[in-house]
């Protein structure tokens, strides 16, 4: 068994997605000596279906089903799911992280003045996402403009969007800190994909990993377990910490469509540029542009094959509910979970309104997509297998990424991701000086410097 880092690296962070990426660069920029495992490829992003199809849409990888056929997606690449996501930023619920003893406020500051983080020009709203946004307005909702994680500047009426991964640097994605990162000195290995950290008298200090078939070992004094809802409960099972990975949320969401005749799509759609939040009924509503490709699969699915060469007048609403706490994780990953009656009722109240918006717009042919699921989280919940610093019960191994938010969800996590990874690396930052000073005075004075 190779062993790769002894003594080397003074923290290991497995994964790569916005909550390890802040870690990593956080640190390094503090002049730590990182070392990131990761499981997916790194390389250029090009921006097409084949990278698409081989990061994200892998059957019993990157696409995973339930045991009730419910599609779940995530990404196994540098950057994670950052790296296809649709940008939209959501803000933090603070109050949730607060009854845990998790202040987020002045992370969340920092991360605004740094990101670009804002509502779309005006230019950037297409007339298909104008027209659902108007006529959801005429008829009551607080249809707005949402936030979104792009560089506005950079964009030019020509740009497609990044659904297959976006070359232009216009959309930011966690692999932007990963480079960040590697530049001040950490060292990321891809195709690492980490089984277990490994324990020792109750204190971690390194973990095993397959890569291209050989088991190897990598050490370091800290491990930051940041493989996404998924992966870090897995990782933890196989830890000994087996209570890990049950009484989880997925944030289930349909898609509802309609013919509109007298607009077309464009090229330079953005998904999800406006919607609104039905915080009391349990759901969001947002317009949802997709690539052809994903509207063939999706209306192949629900046997509409009248609607399969509609693409370019197809408006399309996404309905996103915050489920219920459920199910469980098998040992190797698989997601054992079904839609509670509160959830199914939650998702037909969206389609109903939805229904109403599209035909308020001029729709004709309404119909549903099947069901997906995005953002599993809360498999290792902060107050009761991590605490209010993210750490588990075993001392230096800390876990961060959606995983560890503690209750129901429904929205993007992307900023609260962050702004944990970047409250994470000041604890660290503030642990790696408190173990000096300690030392420190241990030392007789003359030793001092």
């Known amino acids: 068994m190779d062993t790769l880092g002894s003594g080397n690296f003074d923290v290991i962070v497995v994964g790569s997605g916005p909550g390890g990426a802040t870690v990593a660069r956080d640190l390094s920029r503090c002049g730590k000596k990182v070392l990131i495992l990761e499981w997916g490829p790194g390389g250029p992003i090009v921006g097409n279906l084949a990278q698409y199809a081989r990061e994200l849409m892998v059957p019993g990888k990157s696409l995973l089903l339930t045991n009730r056929m419910l599609g779940l997606v995530r990404a196994i690449t540098t950057g994670g799911s950052s790296v296809f996501y649709y940008g939209t930023c959501f803000p933090v619920p603070l109050e949730m992280f607060a009854a845990h003893g998790v202040d987020l406020r002045g992370d969340i500051e920092e991360i605004r003045r740094e990101l670009p983080i804002g509502r779309l020009k005006d230019e950037m709203i297409t007339?298909?996402?104008?027209?659902?946004?108007?006529?959801?307005?005429?008829?009551?909702?607080?249809?707005?403009k949402l936030e979104k994680f792009m560089y506005q500047d950079r964009w030019k009426p020509e740009f497609r969007f990044g659904y297959y991964g976006d070359p232009s640097g216009v959309k930011w994605s966690a692999r932007m800190h990963v480079d960040d990162a590697v530049a001040h000195g950490a060292v990321i290995v891809n195709g690492a994909k980490v089984t277990r950290v490994i324990v020792e008298n109750g204190v971690a200090t390194g973990v095993e990993y397959l890569t291209k078939g050989e088991k190897r070992v990598a050490s370091a004094p800290v491990v930051v377990v940041s493989a996404g809802g998924i992966g870090s409960p897995v990782i933890l099972r196989n830890s000994g910490i087996e209570d890990a990975g049950y009484d989880f949320f997925f944030d289930p969401l349909i898609t509802i469509c309609g013919t509109i005749k007298d607009v077309a799509l464009r090229g330079n759609e953005i998904p999800m540029s406006a919607g609104v939040l039905m915080k009391d009924e349990g759901y969001i509503m947002t317009d949802m542009a997709i690539p052809p490709s994903n509207h063939m699969v999706f209306t192949a699915q629900v046997a509409r094959l009248d609607k399969l060469f509609a693409f370019r007048h197809t408006a399309r609403i996404m309905v996103k509910i915050k489920d219920s706490k459920s199910g469980r994780l098998t040992d190797r990953g698989g997601v054992r979970k079904k839609l509670s009656g509160s959830d199914m009722d939650k998702l037909l109240h969206g389609y109903a309104n939805a229904r109403r918006i599209l035909r308020e717009a001029g729709a004709t042919g309404i119909y549903k997509t099947w069901y997906l699921a995005a953002h599993p989280g809360g498999t290792v919940k902060i107050g009761q297998l991590v605490d209010a610093d993210l750490q588990t019960r075993y001392r230096n191994l800390y876990v961060c990424d959606c995983s560890v938010i503690p209750e129901?969800?429904?929205?993007?996590?992307?900023?609260?991701?962050?702004?944990?990874?970047?409250?994470?690396?000041?604890?660290?930052?503030?642990?790696?000086?408190?173990?000096?000073?300690?030392?420190?005075?241990?030392?007789?004075?003359?030793?001092?410097?």
């Open 127 to 144: 007339p298909m996402a104008s027209r659902l946004m108007e006529s959801a307005q005429r008829l009551g909702f607080d249809w707005q």
């Open 408 to 449: 129901a969800w429904g929205l993007p996590p992307v900023l609260t991701v962050l702004a944990l990874g970047r409250r994470l690396a000041r604890h660290l930052t503030a642990q790696e000086t408190v173990r000096v000073n300690d030392a420190e005075e241990m030392l007789p004075h003359a030793a001092v410097a």
